[in-house]
């Protein structure tokens, strides 16, 4: 059985209540990711999981509220619960925190912010994440993001990449999303990066543009 957004939330809602009845102080925030960021958003209604990042999770009190969850939403449910900020590959998000604000939990006398990881995050976790089920997402999220909030957020993420040798890979796929999806020109995109050198030459290398946009890859201001 799938759950929206609101049986997502109502489960998280759940486990910070018997967090701060055992622990007697609260997360300072949580943040929405994977199925559930996507419902938040309104992209893709369901989701198998209940997924969120939280930086102080009581991985007992977590496990505690899955299993007695199975009984409403089936035996495969999930609640994903991590405190890293490197849950998804080589990809790093270390302004989650400043994720939108979706809604607010209030637990006895504290108010939890509810955040959401940005669709432009969430095309980043999808371009790396390469399962079948992620790809089959990238056209919804494509539908919903603009090239220029996406080049800016790459430009931000790339310098927190975890793997500095797989930078290629991710910079690959993304130019494949925007030339796919965003219709923009896979030259134009390539300029706007700020990557290396080196790297934007491979970048054009392996799609075989021509000699004059690969002497104007070096040098340019992004």
């Known amino acids: 059985m799938l759950v929206n957004f609101e049986q997502a939330l109502a489960c998280i809602k759940e486990v910070m209540e018997r967090h701060v009845l055992k622990h ?43 299993q007695e969850m199975k009984s409403v939403y089936g035996r495969d ?15 790093i998000f270390r302004d989650i925190a400043e994720s939108g604000e979706k809604t607010v939990l209030s637990i006895r006398e504290f108010n939890i912010p509810v955040r959401v990881l940005s669709v432009e995050d969430l095309v980043m976790v999808k371009l790396v994440a390469g ?10 999220l494509a539908e919903r993001v603009e090239p220029e909030a996406l080049v800016a957020r790459f430009n931000v993420v790339s310098r927190w990449h975890g793997d500095r040798a797989a930078a290629m890979s991710f910079a690959d796929a993304f130019v494949d999303f925007l030339v796919e999806y965003k219709e923009m020109n896979a030259r134009e995109c390539i300029d706007r990066l700020s990557l290396p050198d080196y ?16 002497d104007n890859v070096s040098g340019l201001s992004t």
């Open 24 to 66: 007697g102080e609260a997360p300072p925030f949580i943040v929405a990711v994977g199925g559930t960021a996507l419902a938040a958003h309104g992209i893709r209604p369901l989701s198998k999981d209940v997924d969120y990042y939280s930086p102080d999770i009581d991985e007992d009190v977590v496990h505690q509220v899955e």
């Open 77 to 91: 449910f999930k609640i994903d619960a991590t405190p890293g900020e490197n849950i998804w590959g080589p990809i």
């Open 131 to 140: 399962r079948t089920k992620d790809r089959l997402d990238l056209p919804l």
């Open 199 to 214: 790297v934007k030459e491979m970048l054009v290398e392996a799609r075989c543009l021509t000699d004059e946009d690969q």
